[in-house]
Structure formats: C-alpha cells, structure tokens
C-alpha cells in the first residue's frame, strides 16, 4: 500500500500560556490545518491510501491547564456513535478542528491520522474527574476515506504534559482499512512502554502502527529515527512514524518503516515541513513477532552449536558448554586487558571498556546483564568507541528499566567524551554484539554517520544471549546496540 507521514513546523502560539478566547485559538490551529491541508492534497496526488500528522503539530506545546482550553475540541470516545464531522458538523458544539481533518479525508479519499487536544465533561462522581470537571486529553483521532471518524486514542504515558490528564485505563482502538488490515496507534513517549504500545500490538496481532510524536532526538540511543526502527524490526512491523519538525528543540525524524527497509527524514539544518511518500509491503504473516519466538527460545531452547546455520562470525559465538564467554584475554594471553571506565550517558551511568586496535573480544558487566563484543575495522581510524553495558532503573525524563549492551563512537579521544551525542563517524566496523539478557523485549539499534540507518545481518538468540551481527557497517558506525527494556521492574 501507499503511505504518507508529514513532518511537520507547526506555527506555535507565540505565548502558549496565556489565556485567549476560542476564536484566536481557532485562528492559530487554522494556520497549521492550512499546511496539513496542502499536503493531504499533495499525498493524495502521489496514490497514498493514509497520511499521518505528527503529536501537537496543530496546536502547538508548553501550555498549562487553563490556557489551552480554547484549543481543545470536544470528541466523543466511543464504538457506538458513528459520526461524520464534516457531514454532521451540527452533532456537537466545538468540533471545528475534528471537521476541517474529516474533510480533508473526504474530499481526497484518504485515511487521516492526526493529533489534537480534546475535552470531556465528568461528573465529580467519577473519582478520576479532575477539580475543573473536565478531562483534558492529547488524542489522536483516525477517519476513513470518507471522513468517518472511525478510532480516536488518548495518549497515555505524558511527557511533561500538564495540560493532559491521563486516561482512566488505556484505550485499545485499532481501525480497519481496506487496504492494509487493522492498524493500531499510540503516541511519542508512549513507545518505549508495554502499556499501551506493546500490549496493543500482542493483544490484536497488529502489523500496521501509526504513529504521531513530538520527540526530541537524544543520542546515541534515543534518536528519533533510530528507535522507530528497532520499534519495526523488534515486533516486526510497519510503522508510520510522524514527527514534529523544530531543530532548535532537537525535534525531527520521521519516516515509513518495515521491518527490512526505512523511508525516514532526519534534518536538523532545514526548516520547513517533509512528505514522506512511500509504498511497502503489506505484512499479513500470522507469524508471531520476533519477540515472541524470542521468547520460546528462551524458554524451550538449549541448543548446542551445530544447530545453527553459520553466519558471517558464527564460529565466535558458539558458546560451549562450560565456556559461555569468550576469554577477554587475546590469542597471545599475555596483553593487559583493556582498563574499565565510567561515564555518563543518556543521564545513565555505564560501565564502559574501549575498543581499541584494529580487531578484538570485549566483555563488560554490570549487576547481571554482561556484554561480549567481537569486533574488526576495515582501517584504523583516528576515533575512540567504547563498549558500554548498563542494568538499571533510568530515572530522567520518566523512570523505566534499561538493559543495554551499547557500542558507541566516543565524543573524542579521552573516555570521559563517551556517551555523549555524536553525529559523524568514518570508522566501517564489522561486529558481533550479545549479551546474556533478562528480557525478551530487545530493541536492535544500529545508527550511522548523519543519522543514518543501518540494517543488522543477523539477530536473534542464541544460548539464552541475544546478538546482533553485521559484516561491515555501510558508513561510519556511531551507535550500535540491544536496546533491552525491562518492563516488569519499572
């Protein structure tokens, strides 16, 4: 089928936290539906079936409770009402921005997923009911190809949003098309927890997510582009990824994801808006995820190494019995180990080893999770990596549990610049990367120079190890890593 994802430079409200009547709001939001408009066009024009707007890309951030009031439309969330809002824009007061969205979807015959706030009366005998009797939710709203409103979701995992309440139980509502099955959707932050993204996509075997974010970039492991497809290539799925466009916040990065091929836009020197059109496989197979069979691997499989068929390095990672880990010792058993070292990285504290010389076997461990690395350089660049392992409750910007295995391009030449934010690379490195992890939930990280995406040869378990193997990296390798996370010990 033929997608569509528009990342999008929303005209913001110059003061978003004072107070404005509905009709300056409705004058700001009509800017931005102007542009969503022009290109809801040019999408169609291109074949594309469904379009995808990013997380408040119409009415902007950093609103408190009150102010952003007059932005929000009233939304009914609800299988039973079948309505239309730009047939029956008289069904519900406050709903101008639903109908100029189910228009566009009309009047170009496409499937439109966007993001906008919305509210909800209660009554205070609802526990949940806020103290202003109203909820206040970032929704993203889905029509058909007739301007049906056919599934709205209520972003559940906030990211500093104190204009939203989170909903009283999360919502499951995935849509139907005709051209590419069920789709599911969650929203940014959302991704990186099982409820609902995770959840969502075991419970109704999903395929299709699309996925509306305003995401600010952190490398080395949490760039925008990078995670949507370790998300893709983890569960084995497409993912229609919208991201907001605003460099100087350090947002930007979108794209059209299988599990084996990547349209995506990172361009933090630009301004303006990007579609993203392309055409990808419809994934039907009923095969479960590759996290599923992962974890009947682990359950069931002891396998010894003749099982395997070979892969490029398999003979380094054949574990034998009683010798589960390669020594860290090299073949001349007589070289000093590498020294261990820490830093800082993504506010965690790992615990690294560099990678020095031209090929080698690393290990580092930290609490139970150990890292194993062997590793080979097409030339001897003049650049320090590391090899960084970290087993812990990450606990800025939202508390969750990381396992991850990282090798890294280190900022400079001293260990202290490892783990900071890098974003060229000339180093071409073949590797094979595993650790002994708790979860079944890896997210396969393989970043390049620019930002740019790089596919794995080889994944999967292996005597109760999960690898990652790649002959030689396509360019200059910047993050390669198991992105692990350990949703029980959140």
């Not at 019995?321 to 007589?334: F, L």
């Amino acid at each position: 089928y033929v997608a569509a994802v528009y990342e999008h430079e929303s005209i913001l409200s110059p003061n978003p936290t004072a107070l404005v009547d509905r009709r300056s709001a409705l004058e700001l939001m009509g800017k931005n539906l102007d542009i969503y408009e022009q290109q809801v066009v040019a999408a169609a024009r291109q074949g594309a079936q469904i379009i995808v707007f990013p997380e408040d890309g119409i009415h902007g951030f950093n609103f408190t409770r009150s102010s952003i009031y007059p932005y929000l439309d009233f939304v009914v969330h609800s299988h039973s009402v079948k309505w239309n809002p730009c047939r029956e824009p008289y069904l519900f007061n406050d709903t101008e921005v639903l109908q100029r969205l189910s228009c566009m979807a009309l009047k170009n015959k496409i499937f439109l997923v966007a993001n906008l706030g919305t509210k909800q009366p209660c009554e205070h005998i609802d526990p949940h009911c806020p103290s202003d009797g109203r909820y206040q939710f970032n929704t993203n709203v889905a029509f058909n190809d007739n301007g049906t409103l056919v599934a709205t979701y209520r972003k559940h995992n906030l990211y500093f949003e104190y204009a939203f309440d989170i909903p009283p139980e999360p919502d499951y509502k995935p849509f139907d098309t005709p051209f590419a099955g069920k789709f599911g959707m969650f929203t940014c932050f959302d991704i990186l927890f099982f409820e609902p993204a995770v959840n969502l996509i075991k419970q109704y075997n999903l395929k299709q997510v699309v996925y509306p974010a305003a995401w600010m970039n952190q490398l080395p492991l949490l760039s925008a582009v990078e995670f949507q497809q370790a998300f893709a290539t983890a569960f084995n799925i497409n993912i229609l990824a919208a991201n907001i466009h605003h460099p100087t916040l350090g947002m930007t990065g979108s794209g059209i994801y299988t599990p084996v091929k990547s349209f995506i836009y990172h361009n933090m020197e630009s301004y303006g808006g990007k579609l993203i059109v392309a055409e990808i496989p419809v994934i039907t197979t009923d095969y479960k995820t590759n996290l599923e069979s992962n974890e009947r691997f682990r359950e069931n499989l002891r396998h010894s190494c003749e099982t395997f068929t070979s892969t490029s390095m398999d003979d380094q990672v054949c574990f034998k019995e009683g010798h589960e880990t390669p020594d860290r010792v090299s073949e001349k058993g007589n070289d000093q180990l590498p020294p261990t070292f820490y830093a800082e990285m993504m506010y965690d504290n790992f615990t690294f080893v560099p990678v020095w010389g031209e090929k080698g076997e690393l290990q580092v461990c930290a609490n139970t999770l150990c890292c194993y690395l062997t590793y080979q350089r097409a030339v001897l660049t003049d650049e320090l990596y590391a090899l960084g392992v970290f087993d812990g409750l990450h606990t800025v910007h939202g508390t969750y549990y990381v396992q991850a295995c990282a090798l890294v391009k280190c900022g400079g030449l001293s260990f202290s610049t490892c783990g900071q934010e890098v974003t060229d690379a000339t180093a071409l490195i073949g590797f094979q990367l595993w650790g002994n992890m708790s979860t079944s939930y890896i997210f396969p990280l393989l970043l390049t120079s620019g930002i740019t995406l790089d596919y794995a040869d080889h994944m999967g378990w292996k005597n109760n190890h999960y690898f990652i193997s790649k002959n030689r990296t396509s360019s200059g390798l910047l993050t390669a890593a198991l992105y692990g996370r350990w949703y029980e010990k959140d």
